[in-house]
């Protein structure tokens, strides 16, 4: 009876060792991404409407500049920066408001905060798309500031929509003269009946934003709580960086790790990482937005449970 107590022993212990020796084994999933890069450098040209009612609003661009410079002195992308205004009845209409600035320029916080506050009100017909064609032209206004190899990214900041006398097809088809590589972006009022705020107030700014869908552009409301935020991502468009990267499956979270250039990148909302369930996608913040060019690698077992139970940590 003993021994054969003992061989049924040795069997159960086989059988559990056969188990342990069988076992599943969940492998890691990886997708990876690369961070587009501008080869020939962007050129950022500001269109700031400068007539009585912007005040505040320029008041608080100049307030959050560093918001917007910073991201563009800390990325190695060759940009060169200007601003115009929508007053097309000053002197030599679409010329810059100071000079051109890049990586070079000193102070250049403070200097764009100047340009974009105008101590003397301009036209109160806010002439953006005549302004930007002007502000644009390689042949004309633009011959020192637009560089023929490299992207045009245009920014709106109004709280009126367009009064020139052009439709929008009629400024695309401008735009279009000047090269293929040009985006529309447009911080104005929203639709349909525009925006109010306790710093701001704007009707909606229907044609900028037709010219910004059209192109691919980035819209943002110039009625914002938070302008530091809006151009953070503003900068980003101009510089032409992806922030949000869709993944192949759905994360355990737990088990997600993400490297950029093959550096671990921390799970934080602030200049980290965060996972953003409905596009199923890892979002950048800040200074953790991988640079132009740069390698992403996010690695992690896929989640088998319920969403439910994956926001909640169970």
């Not at 492998?27 to 400068?50: H, I, K, N, Y």
């Not at 007053?87 to 070079?104: C, F, I, W």
């Amino acid at each position: 009876m003993a021994s054969t107590r003992l061989g049924l022993l040795l069997l159960l212990t086989q059988l559990t060792s056969a188990c342990i020796d069988y076992g599943v084994t969940r492998a890691r999933e990886r997708d990876g991404f690369t961070q587009p890069a501008r080869e020939g450098g962007v050129d950022v040209l500001w269109v700031v409407d400068d007539s009585m009612s912007m005040y505040e609003e320029q008041e608080q661009l100049a307030g959050h500049a560093d918001s917007f410079i910073s991201f563009l002195t800390h990325v190695p992308v060759d940009f060169r920066l200007g601003v115009t205004s929508t007053d097309t009845t000053r002197d030599a209409p679409g010329s810059l408001l100071g000079e051109v600035l890049d990586a070079d320029s000193a102070n250049m916080v403070e200097l764009f905060a100047a340009q974009v506050t105008n101590e003397t009100a301009g036209s109160r017909e806010e002439h953006g798309f005549e302004a930007a064609l002007l502000a644009a032209d390689p042949d004309g206004e633009g011959a020192d500031f637009i560089r023929p190899d490299a992207a045009l990214e245009i920014v709106f900041f109004s709280d009126e929509d367009d009064q020139s006398n052009l439709t929008v097809g009629e400024f695309q088809d401008g735009l279009a003269t000047y090269g293929d590589d040009i985006v529309v972006n447009a911080i104005v009022g929203d639709l349909p009946e525009g925006c109010a705020s306790l710093q701001s107030a704007a009707d909606p700014g229907s044609a900028y934003v037709e010219a910004q869908d059209a192109s691919g552009g980035s819209r943002e409301s110039i009625c914002s709580h938070d302008y530091a935020a809006m151009l953070e991502r503003m900068a980003l468009q101009v510089l032409g960086l992806d922030d949000t990267f869709a993944l192949s499956k759905i994360p355990d979270l737990a088990s997600t790790e993400v490297r950029v250039d093959e550096i671990l990148i921390h799970r934080r909302d602030r200049h980290g990482w965060r996972y953003e369930a409905g596009q199923n996608a890892i979002v950048f913040d800040g200074y953790a937005v991988p640079p132009p060019g740069a390698g992403i690698e996010v690695s992690y077992f896929e989640w088998t449970g319920t969403t439910e139970q994956q926001d909640t940590g169970e």
